[in-house]
């Protein structure tokens, strides 16, 4: 069974930076999307950045410039690092591969906390 584990979240101060971790238990070249998303206390589920098959990386509004997605594919591990957090970035972080069966496999998620 392919399990996501995720690590890299915790407790920053605005414009810190903090980079999350994904490692899969499979192969991952090949799927068809590795997304990141994050859901805050009371609000949606929202995409924070997605990369669809081999295409080009995707961001919401609300992190271009400041998120970055990358993928190691021999590592079989994906990153989002964050830079220039906001306190409006608080959420619990979560990774979710859609597999060539249209499988998705989510991580089990990871706090990201920007306070002063």
């Known amino acids: 069974q392919v399990q996501l584990v995720e690590s890299g979240g915790g407790l920053v101060q605005p414009g810190e930076s903090l980079r999350l971790s994904c490692a899969a238990s499979?192969?991952?070249?090949?799927?068809?999307?590795m997304v990141w998303y994050r859901q805050a206390s009371g609000k949606e589920r929202e995409l924070v950045a997605t990369?669809?098959?081999?295409?080009?990386?995707n961001y919401a509004d609300s992190v271009k410039g400041r998120f970055t997605m990358s993928v190691d594919y021999a590592k079989n591990t994906m990153y989002l690092q964050m830079n220039s957090l906001k306190p409006e970035d608080t959420a619990v972080y979560y990774c979710?591969?859609?597999?060539?069966?249209?499988?998705?496999?989510w991580g089990q998620g990871t706090l990201v906390t920007v306070s002063s």
């Open positions: 979710n591969l859609v597999l060539r069966n249209y499988l998705e496999i």
């Open positions: 499979t192969n991952i070249f090949g799927v068809r999307a």
């Open positions: 990369i669809p098959g081999s295409s080009v990386t």
